[in-house]
């Protein structure tokens, strides 16, 4: 029988190693898979990248010096699943259809997006496929902001893969037909704490992030209960504008560059208890709010990449949805969201498409109403 490994949580034997050259890896950006060397003394296994982790130039220049050519790798990724999320996209892309035509295509790249979603515990649909060919088609930001991501903060580098990744699916849910203003969005996700990705970032700024994630105020809380120094509270606390300042350098990546201005309120609540301002969802737009909302939808991140996917990690969609919802009765946003969400997973889509009376506009121009 296989000698039965077990590393860092995940199960594996020697049939679930396959092959892989140091040239194929080069040539991706996420990896596809856990990759693995063996000891040259008992032949036991060592992850030396994770599935999902950015490959840097690093890496690659490290092992080719070494004269490394092959490792093994645990594959997570399904190349046909992934091509098929791609050409969805590559149809919605096309600019010779009609509306008609587009509401199909967009109800037909839902429902491939779906399965990722409803059998996520099946190999062949793990959520990094998704990842991967979401980033695949709609990455407009340089590479080294993903490099600095993952090297500084893999917390940071898988949430907003999972963020962008989301903004674009709640952007169609939502009623944006505008592919151009999905793909700002989705780059836009890349980009909501690039001020914090420099040599100052911790451990107190990393747990305030995932407590922001759920409740901005918490997030404040914390870091003055830890009397942290009032310049990495500053850092934090003013991270949305920071963020914002930073990320116009890319602002010819976008496609309406009034998107950008979106990273100044991911942090707001709709009570008023976010920060850096305190504003109040009612003065945010619908746009707004789906960015605020997908940053705080996305579960931590490790349990995104996993081998074997105990739990969907989705789940914690709809959980985080429900409890938007009871929090703000009164948000016609969230009852929203979360009813989109049961026809996206339930595939009752209406025949419509995805057209309702409460859509939210897809002017871009109608962004950027507040100016703090
Ligand atoms: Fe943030």
Partial sequence: MDEIFNIKNLQFSENDLDFIQLND?????????????????????????RAGDFIDDYFIEKYATAGISSFYQLKIVNRDQEEKIKYKISELMSNKINEWERNNRNVEFLKEVQKFFKNSQESQYSVLNLLRAMNAKYNCIPLNIF??????????????LMISTLMVIFGTLLGISDLKLLKDLYNLGQLL??????????????????????????????????????????????????????????????????????????HEELDGTGFPQGISYQELGHIDQITHLCQQLVPYEEIIFSHHQEKNP????????????????????????????????ELTIPKEGITLDQAPTNNPLALGKINP
């Fill in 25 to 49: 890896l080069a040539n991706e950006m996420i990896s596809p898979g856990h990759i693995v060397v063996r000891s040259r003394v008992n032949g036991k296994p060592f992850i030396i990248l």
């Fill in 147 to 160: 490099e600095k991501n993952s090297t500084i903060s893999s917390l940071i580098y898988q949430r907003n």
């Fill in 193 to 266: 704490d690039i001020s914090l990705l420099k040599s100052g970032y911790n451990t107190f700024i990393e747990e305030a992030l995932k407590l922001s994630y759920h409740q901005s105020k918490d997030a404040l809380v914390y870091l003055k209960k830890n009397k942290v120094h009032p310049e990495v509270y500053r850092t934090f606390f003013y991270h949305p504008v920071k963020s914002y300042q930073l990320a116009t350098q890319f602002v010819h990546h976008f496609n309406y560059p009034e998107v950008l201005e979106l990273i100044k309120f991911h």
């Fill in 314 to 345: 989705f789940h914690a969609i709809e959980e985080r949805l429900s409890i938007l919802k009871k929090a703000n009765p009164n948000s016609m946003f969230f009852k929203l969201a979360e009813k989109k969400w049961k026809w996206f997973l």
